[in-house]
């Protein structure tokens, strides 16, 4: 079987001759293949000696045709232009061409046209996609291998979007990022449409859709004392808003995650990315809120889903307060049973009070590390099951029913001072969140609200004095 490749300038009258030579060939020889490459005229220079100093031929005219000795891009053997693809006809196959210089000019202005032709289709075709642009930044924490094979999850996003994942960690070496990007194209994915990988800023967030933040790791036995770990949260994030505000979608949403300040890197994102509405970003408290009603499922003996309702306000990764005012307990085995959907309050089934003020909150702001403390790892699962709730509420229409807790900027709500990013509830109705204004606020919560909001307001003056100094 004869295996061959043209190629040529879209517009060469000597390309469109041996192209006609070539399919009178392919039609009367059973065993004759071609291949042809119309490559465009302002490209063929620079592919021509692409291709020739790749394989170690010498040509420098339009076209250029080889015979391949396997199946198409196996090793070939250079035959040189038309005139050679010629005396090869004529010697092997006694076929000729006699197509005339008006017939060649036509042909070669059809080639171009169609070429031409061709690429538009081609750009119209990548445009049309509007793939999702994701970007994971802090992407090798160990939350984000367990996150990357659920983002895709259909009924995350509305609609059945095409997306492209991109994956930024500035402190991680280029290598490692490698691997994690093979290891994402490895998940064969159909609706992935690419995978990018960063270890500079000079391009995040580039057309991003949706950012998620992770925690930054500390490099293998680098201690930074608490105070260095503010400064440098504030000086990433205030560079991060600022990324944020040049490079992203005007209707970009950014949930940020992890353990560490994350009220305090919120903030400083929306302050750097003014021309954004600052409905757009959020801090999870998704993972606290869950860990809660752990605690409050073991009491009870029941399942943890059969807690709802728990609300979270403050300091997410500080000083926060659980409130159990809306509460509420299912299928608890007490002197009270009802049908399926039977609920009872919670702060009516624990008359423990000693342990919901001490036990409670103890076992709490230690839940995370304890855990951490068995496997010498994040926790990356509960992590990633609270990233995938609160992207699930807020690109679907989620019942406004259902309470969440979640770090949003206030406006003066519920009494919180106005301008700090402070978990409060709130329920997701069409891809939008709103502020419970249901709540009721007793004394007793007044006094943790302002004693929260107080370390809060410390975090962000903190952060504006580190970043005056270094301006």
């Given at each position: 079987m004869a295996k061959f490749v043209l190629a040529g300038k879209a517009d060469c009258p000597y390309y469109a001759k041996a192209e006609l030579l070539a399919d009178v060939l392919q039609r009367n020889l059973p065993d004759f293949h071609i291949?042809?490459?119309?490559?465009?005229?302002?490209?063929?220079?620079?592919?021509?000696?692409?291709?020739?100093?790749?394989?170690?031929?010498?040509h420098s005219s339009s076209p250029l045709v080889w015979r391949e000795l396997i199946d198409r891009g196996g090793k070939g053997m250079l035959l040189g232009g038309f005139s050679d693809?010629?005396?090869?006809?004529?010697?092997?196959?006694n076929i000729t061409s006699d197509m005339n210089s008006d017939l060649m000019l036509k042909i070669a202005e059809e080639n171009q046209a169609t070429k031409e032709l061709c690429m538009e289709e081609e750009v119209h075709r990548l445009k049309s996609l509007r793939p999702l642009h994701i970007w994971i930044s802090s992407a090798l924490n160990p939350v984000c291998y367990s996150l990357i094979p659920h983002l895709f999850t259909p009924?995350?996003?509305?609609?059945?979007?095409?997306?492209?994942l991109h994956l930024m960690d500035t402190s991680g070496s280029e290598e490692m990022l490698q691997a994690l990007k093979m290891e994402t194209v490895d998940l064969?994915?159909?609706?992935?449409?690419?995978?990018?990988?960063?270890?500079?800023?000079?391009?995040?967030?580039?057309?991003?859709?949706?950012?998620?933040?992770?925690?930054?790791?500390?490099?293998?036995?680098?201690?930074?004392?608490?105070?260095?770990?503010?400064?440098?949260?504030?000086?990433?994030?205030?560079?991060y808003g600022q990324l944020i505000e040049t490079n992203a979608q005007k209707d970009v949403r950014v949930l940020v995650a992890g353990d560490f300040f994350i009220n305090m890197k919120c903030s400083l994102?929306?302050?750097?990315?003014?021309?954004?509405?600052?409905?757009?970003?959020?801090?999870?408290?998704?993972?606290?809120?869950?860990?809660?009603?752990?605690?409050?499922?073991?009491?009870?003996?029941?399942?943890?889903?059969?807690?709802?309702?728990?609300?979270?306000?403050?300091?997410?990764?500080?000083?926060?307060?659980?409130?159990?005012?809306?509460?509420k307990v299912f299928r608890y085995d007490?002197?009270?049973?009802?049908?399926?959907?039977f609920s009872q309050h919670v702060m009516e089934m624990i008359y423990d009070w000693k342990w919901l003020k001490t036990d409670f909150r103890s076992l709490l702001h230690k839940h995370r590390a304890t855990i951490s403390s068995k496997t010498n790892k994040a926790t990356a699962i509960s992590t990633t099951n609270a990233i995938l709730a609160i992207l699930k509420a807020w690109n679907n229409a989620e019942s406004p029913e259902e309470v969440f807790s979640l770090g949003v900027l206030s406006t003066g709500q519920f009494g919180i001072p106005a301008g700090l990013v402070f978990s409060m509830p709130v329920s997701f109705t069409d891809g939008?969140?709103?502020?419970?204004?249901?709540?009721?606020?007793?004394?007793?919560?007044?006094?943790?609200?302002?004693?929260?909001?107080?370390?809060?307001?410390m975090e962000r003056d903190m952060a504006a004095k580190t970043l005056k100094n270094d301006a």
């Open positions: 291949h042809k490459i119309p490559v465009p005229p302002d490209d063929w220079k620079k592919w021509l000696e692409d291709t020739c100093a790749s394989i170690g031929w010498k693809f010629l005396e090869h006809a004529q010697g092997y196959y009924g995350l996003f509305s609609g059945l979007p095409i997306f492209s064969a994915i159909p609706r992935l449409h690419e995978v990018t990988i960063h270890s500079d800023q000079m391009l995040a967030f580039q057309e991003a859709h949706f950012i998620i933040f992770l925690d930054d790791q500390q490099p293998a036995g680098e201690y930074n004392d608490e105070q260095n770990d503010k400064d440098q949260v504030a000086e990433h994030f205030h560079r994102l929306i302050e750097n990315a003014p021309s954004i509405d600052p409905r757009n970003f959020v801090a999870m408290t998704t993972q606290l809120e869950y860990e809660a009603r752990t605690q409050l499922a073991q009491k009870l003996s029941v399942k943890t889903s059969d807690i709802t309702n728990v609300i979270v306000w403050g300091n997410i990764s500080g000083s926060f307060h659980i409130d159990l005012q809306r509460a007490g002197a009270i049973r009802g049908p399926d959907g939008h969140w709103s502020v419970r204004s249901d709540v009721i606020v007793t004394d007793e919560l007044r006094v943790n609200l302002d004693a929260c909001a107080d370390e809060l307001r």
